[in-house]
């Protein structure tokens, strides 16, 4: 049934969601990978397609910034539209010397200065790890291997601030294993895990804190074709 921010209808999103952040992205993807596409969804302009790729039934659909913003569409997802699968492909600044612009990152955790999972109400105030589904995980890892695409696995820093962090701070969570900083990754497995559900996000990286250089906008909208391809072929009927 349609909810507040999508109109689409009960069963017409396929079982894996491909989401991109950017919409116009998502509909980058439906028009050059996706045969047959159709617009599910456009309510406040994120677009939502479902169409197949090589016979397998597929969606794609924007998630917009933030970890509030993905949080509202996958629980959606998830919990009206039977959805079971959701990969996150976005960008991410590297926090590593070793990856460069257009490496993947496969993220297996995601650390947070965020109070997301404050809703679930753990008790003794702990803090929940993050995790990706580890059979996706697997599936991606291979893609990569078969395509041959520069990637590495490991933690993500998923944080609430795209302005205002000084070196000295994000330093410190490359020094603890994180290899990117990103925004939406640890709601989004924190979601699927409540949900009994899978996800995976997939990073090309964007820019990075390191040596200072970044991506264009056209760059980051139409050039990350990588992570579709390893996205792609995660798919499931």
């Not at 596409?37 to 998630?63: D, E, W």
């Not at 330093?171 to 603890?176: L, V, Y």
Request: hydrophobic content about 40%.
């Amino acid at each position: 049934m349609p909810t507040p921010h999508n109109d689409a209808n009960e069963f017409d999103y396929a079982k894996t969601v491909l989401m991109p952040g950017d919409p116009l992205r998502a509909k980058f993807i439906a028009e050059n990978y996706l045969e047959n596409p159709k617009l599910v969804n456009q309510v406040r302009g994120m677009l939502a397609y479902t169409g197949t790729y090589h016979g397998k039934k597929v969606s794609v659909m924007g998630h917009g910034m933030g970890m509030p913003s993905i949080g509202i569409y996958a629980q959606e997802l998830y919990s009206y539209y039977h959805v079971d699968r959701i990969i996150r492909i976005g960008s991410a600044g590297s926090l590593s010397p070793d990856l460069k612009l257009f490496d993947l990152v496969l993220a297996s955790g995601a650390s947070t200065n965020s109070n997301f999972a404050a809703q679930y109400d753990l008790p003794e105030n702990g803090t929940l790890s993050a995790v990706a589904s580890f059979p996706l995980l697997v599936e991606a890892r291979d893609s990569a291997e078969k395509h041959h695409y520069r990637y590495q696995v490991g933690q993500v820093f998923s944080s609430d601030h795209f302005y205002n962090d000084p070196e000295s701070k994000w330093k410190k969570w490359a020094h603890m294993g994180c290899l990117a900083v990103e925004m939406e990754a640890y709601a989004l497995y924190l979601i699927a895990a409540d949900q009994k559900k899978e996800a995976l996000t997939i990073l090309t990286i964007s820019d990075s804190m390191i040596t200072h250089e970044e991506t264009t906008t056209e760059q980051r909208r139409t050039g990350f074709t990588h992570m579709m391809d390893v996205a792609l072929d995660c798919v499931k009927e």
